[in-house]
């Protein structure tokens, strides 16, 4: 069984880059925390994909140290069992408005320790985004082949985006698990709004709504979502 030693080694690369840019200094040990919440949304689209046939849960668990952050965010859906998601991701913000970082798809049901490019369970991807008054701009590249996780290695995927107070619009295009032909292609386009539910003077429930339309799958979705 052959193992993805190329990947492996870019995979230690970035993390090594990643962790060598935090400085914990004493302004930087003040802000360590640690963070846990999820989302109940009535269908889980990910750039223009659909995943699973109804409402998930999207639970997270979060370490952050200044500007750095490492965690594990999921997606489990509430009627189908098939439809489960279990990342883990590393990131670092500069203060300039640049973040690096590098997640792990893994899928519940495939092999947790199968690293092989014959079935692997886990596609290794490097993230990196730019935001400035209100405008951002996204890169994302898959770094290897595993099967498990969906992924032939290269894919690729770019978003740009722009943010006013409670309305973010995107339009983002990839290729290889992206799009119906793996040939690159715009397949996310849509709008968020983002509000607040006043329950009481103390608390207010976060609520989200999205219209996304897949150019490449010529499907149209909306959806919503609440978090705790």
């Given at each position: 069984m052959k193992v993805f030693t190329s990947s492996r080694r870019a995979f230690v690369i970035v993390l090594a880059f990643?962790?060598?840019s935090v400085n914990l200094n004493a302004q930087d040990e003040?802000?360590?925390s640690f963070d846990a919440g999820a989302d109940l949304v009535s269908n889980y689209i990910f750039r223009g994909v659909k995943f699973g046939t109804g409402p998930a849960v999207q639970p997270y668990v979060e370490f952050s140290a200044g500007n750095f952050s490492?965690?594990?965010w999921g997606s489990?859906?509430?009627t189908d069992n098939e439809a489960a998601e279990a990342d883990?991701?590393?990131s670092y913000g500069f203060d300039f408005g640049l973040s690096l970082g590098l997640t792990d798809y893994y899928y519940p049901g495939?092999?947790?320790s199968d690293f092989s490019t014959a079935s692997g369970s886990h596609g290794f991807e490097i993230?990196?985004?730019y935001e400035i008054s209100g405008f951002s701009i996204g890169a994302n590249y898959m770094l290897n082949e595993a099967p498990g996780a969906g992924t032939a290695g290269g894919d690729m995927y770019f978003e740009l985006g722009y943010g006013f107070e409670s309305v973010s619009l995107f339009v983002g295009g990839g290729d290889g698990w992206h799009t119906s032909d793996g040939e690159f292609a715009l397949c996310n386009i849509g709008l968020t709004v983002s509000k607040e539910i006043e329950i009481t003077e103390k608390f207010s429930l976060p609520l989200s709504g999205s219209m996304i339309f897949n150019p490449d799958s010529d499907q149209y979705y909306v959806?919503?979502?609440v978090s705790f």
């Open positions: 990643i962790v060598g003040s802000s360590v490492i965690g594990s489990f859906g509430v883990f991701y590393l495939t092999p947790f993230n990196a985004g959806v919503v979502g």
